[in-house]
Protein backbone atom coordinates (compact mmCIF):
# COMPACT_ATOMS: atom_id res chain seq x y z
CA UNK A 1 0.00 0.00 0.00
CA UNK A 2 1.18 3.30 -0.83
CA UNK A 3 0.46 7.17 0.72
CA UNK A 4 -1.92 7.71 -2.11
CA UNK A 5 -3.83 4.64 -0.62
CA UNK A 6 -4.57 6.16 2.66
CA UNK A 7 -7.26 8.53 3.77
CA UNK A 8 -6.63 11.53 4.98
CA UNK A 9 -9.40 12.97 7.72
CA UNK A 10 -9.68 16.56 8.15
CA UNK A 11 -10.26 18.09 11.96
CA UNK A 12 -10.61 21.46 14.24
CA UNK A 13 -10.44 22.27 17.16
CA UNK A 14 -13.65 21.03 18.25
CA UNK A 15 -12.33 17.45 17.46
CA UNK A 16 -9.91 17.49 19.75
CA UNK A 17 -11.34 15.44 22.55
CA UNK A 18 -12.08 12.86 19.69
CA UNK A 19 -8.66 12.36 18.02
CA UNK A 20 -6.14 13.38 21.12
CA UNK A 21 -5.23 10.22 22.10
CA UNK A 22 -5.13 8.82 18.60
CA UNK A 23 -2.46 11.76 17.99
CA UNK A 24 -0.58 11.45 21.55
CA UNK A 25 -0.47 7.52 20.03
CA UNK A 26 1.05 7.88 16.39
CA UNK A 27 3.26 10.26 18.07
CA UNK A 28 4.91 7.77 20.77
CA UNK A 29 4.80 4.74 18.13
CA UNK A 30 6.95 7.06 15.69
CA UNK A 31 8.91 8.57 18.45
CA UNK A 32 9.88 4.34 19.17
CA UNK A 33 7.01 3.52 22.12
CA UNK A 34 9.15 4.41 25.02
CA UNK A 35 6.53 5.82 27.65
CA UNK A 36 9.44 7.23 29.94
CA UNK A 37 11.00 9.34 26.33
CA UNK A 38 11.20 12.72 27.96
CA UNK A 39 9.75 14.28 24.49
CA UNK A 40 6.83 11.34 24.94
CA UNK A 41 6.30 12.44 28.40
CA UNK A 42 5.77 16.08 27.45
CA UNK A 43 3.71 15.92 24.16
CA UNK A 44 0.32 15.65 25.48
CA UNK A 45 0.73 19.16 26.75
CA UNK A 46 1.54 20.31 23.22
CA UNK A 47 -1.20 18.44 21.73
CA UNK A 48 -3.69 20.19 24.60
CA UNK A 49 -1.59 23.77 24.16
CA UNK A 50 -2.06 23.81 20.24
CA UNK A 51 -5.64 22.44 20.19
CA UNK A 52 -6.91 25.37 22.33
CA UNK A 53 -5.87 27.81 19.62
CA UNK A 54 -9.31 28.56 18.25
CA UNK A 55 -8.32 27.68 14.24
CA UNK A 56 -6.11 25.01 15.11
CA UNK A 57 -6.31 22.31 12.75
CA UNK A 58 -5.23 18.67 12.31
CA UNK A 59 -4.84 15.94 9.62
CA UNK A 60 -4.35 12.17 10.52
CA UNK A 61 -3.60 9.72 7.92
CA UNK A 62 -5.43 6.61 7.91
CA UNK A 63 -4.97 3.31 6.82
CA UNK A 64 -8.57 1.27 6.93
CA UNK A 65 -9.07 2.20 11.16
CA UNK A 66 -5.57 2.79 11.96
CA UNK A 67 -4.01 5.70 12.21
CA UNK A 68 -0.44 6.15 10.68
CA UNK A 69 0.68 9.47 11.07
CA UNK A 70 -0.26 13.46 11.49
CA UNK A 71 -0.11 16.86 10.71
CA UNK A 72 -1.44 19.62 13.01
CA UNK A 73 -0.74 23.71 13.76
CA UNK A 74 -2.51 26.75 13.55
CA UNK A 75 -2.46 30.19 12.53
CA UNK A 76 0.30 32.86 14.46
CA UNK A 77 -1.13 35.79 16.39
CA UNK A 78 -1.08 38.56 13.42
CA UNK A 79 1.99 40.87 13.67
CA UNK A 80 3.52 38.93 16.66
CA UNK A 81 5.45 36.35 13.92
CA UNK A 82 8.23 35.48 15.68
CA UNK A 83 10.27 34.52 12.56
CA UNK A 84 10.65 38.00 11.62
CA UNK A 85 13.46 38.25 14.20
CA UNK A 86 15.70 35.95 11.94
CA UNK A 87 15.08 38.10 9.07
CA UNK A 88 17.42 41.11 8.16
CA UNK A 89 14.35 41.88 5.57
CA UNK A 90 11.46 40.22 6.43
CA UNK A 91 8.50 39.25 3.55
CA UNK A 92 6.12 41.81 3.15
CA UNK A 93 3.45 39.22 3.47
CA UNK A 94 2.53 38.63 7.04
CA UNK A 95 -0.14 36.11 7.21
CA UNK A 96 1.96 33.20 9.07
CA UNK A 97 0.23 29.10 9.69
CA UNK A 98 2.62 27.74 12.36
CA UNK A 99 3.67 24.44 11.25
CA UNK A 100 4.05 22.91 14.76
CA UNK A 101 4.01 18.73 14.63
CA UNK A 102 4.33 15.65 11.75
CA UNK A 103 4.49 12.55 12.61
CA UNK A 104 4.56 8.99 10.95
CA UNK A 105 4.17 5.65 12.12
CA UNK A 106 7.68 3.78 11.80
CA UNK A 107 6.31 1.30 9.31
CA UNK A 108 5.12 3.82 7.00
CA UNK A 109 7.97 6.00 6.89
CA UNK A 110 9.62 6.27 3.08
CA UNK A 111 6.04 6.11 1.36
CA UNK A 112 5.26 9.94 0.72
CA UNK A 113 2.96 10.00 4.09
CA UNK A 114 4.95 12.96 5.65
CA UNK A 115 4.93 14.98 2.20
CA UNK A 116 0.85 14.01 1.72
CA UNK A 117 0.13 14.90 5.13
CA UNK A 118 1.96 18.03 4.87
CA UNK A 119 0.26 19.21 1.95
CA UNK A 120 -3.16 18.10 3.26
CA UNK A 121 -2.78 20.22 5.95
CA UNK A 122 -1.35 23.73 3.96
CA UNK A 123 -2.84 23.35 0.44
CA UNK A 124 -5.57 25.75 0.51
CA UNK A 125 -4.55 27.68 3.53
CA UNK A 126 -5.76 31.49 3.08
CA UNK A 127 -1.98 32.37 5.35
CA UNK A 128 0.69 34.07 2.62
CA UNK A 129 3.70 31.54 4.43
CA UNK A 130 4.10 28.45 6.69
CA UNK A 131 7.03 29.02 9.29
CA UNK A 132 8.27 25.54 11.06
CA UNK A 133 11.29 24.47 13.05
CA UNK A 134 13.21 21.61 13.11
CA UNK A 135 16.03 19.93 15.21
CA UNK A 136 19.24 21.09 14.05
CA UNK A 137 20.16 17.57 14.75
CA UNK A 138 18.38 16.30 12.30
CA UNK A 139 19.84 17.34 9.13
CA UNK A 140 17.46 14.70 6.95
CA UNK A 141 14.67 16.28 8.11
CA UNK A 142 15.20 19.89 7.29
CA UNK A 143 16.39 18.55 3.52
CA UNK A 144 12.79 16.75 3.50
CA UNK A 145 10.98 20.10 4.28
CA UNK A 146 13.36 22.10 1.71
CA UNK A 147 12.44 19.90 -0.99
CA UNK A 148 8.68 20.75 -0.02
CA UNK A 149 9.96 24.56 -0.38
CA UNK A 150 10.72 25.41 2.97
CA UNK A 151 14.23 27.50 3.44
CA UNK A 152 16.19 27.72 6.52
CA UNK A 153 16.37 31.35 8.03
CA UNK A 154 17.79 31.01 11.03
CA UNK A 155 17.44 29.46 14.14
CA UNK A 156 15.95 29.62 17.81
CA UNK A 157 15.68 27.28 21.37
CA UNK A 158 11.44 27.90 22.14
CA UNK A 159 11.63 26.79 25.59
CA UNK A 160 15.00 26.80 27.83
CA UNK A 161 15.18 22.51 27.99
CA UNK A 162 14.49 22.40 24.09
CA UNK A 163 17.19 21.89 21.48
CA UNK A 164 18.70 24.30 19.30
CA UNK A 165 15.94 24.23 16.00
CA UNK A 166 16.13 25.32 12.72
CA UNK A 167 13.41 28.27 11.47
CA UNK A 168 12.47 27.31 8.65
CA UNK A 169 9.66 29.22 6.50
CA UNK A 170 7.80 28.70 3.11
CA UNK A 171 5.85 30.58 1.08
CA UNK A 172 1.94 29.35 0.52
CA UNK A 173 0.65 27.28 -1.37
CA UNK A 174 3.63 24.90 -1.59
CA UNK A 175 5.42 24.32 -4.50
Do not use: N
Not at 81 to 90: G, Q, T, V, Y
Not at 104 to 127: F, M, N, P, Q, Y
Amino acid sequence: MSAADLDVRHYAREDLPRIRQTVIDVHAEARGGDPDDEVTRKFPWFVDHWGGHPDYSCVIAYDGDEAVGFAYGAPSTPRREWWRDCLDRAPVKSRTYSYSELAVSTKWRKKGVAELLTHALLDGRDEDLAVLLVDVGHPRVRALYESWGFRRIGERRPFRDSPLYAVMLAELPLG
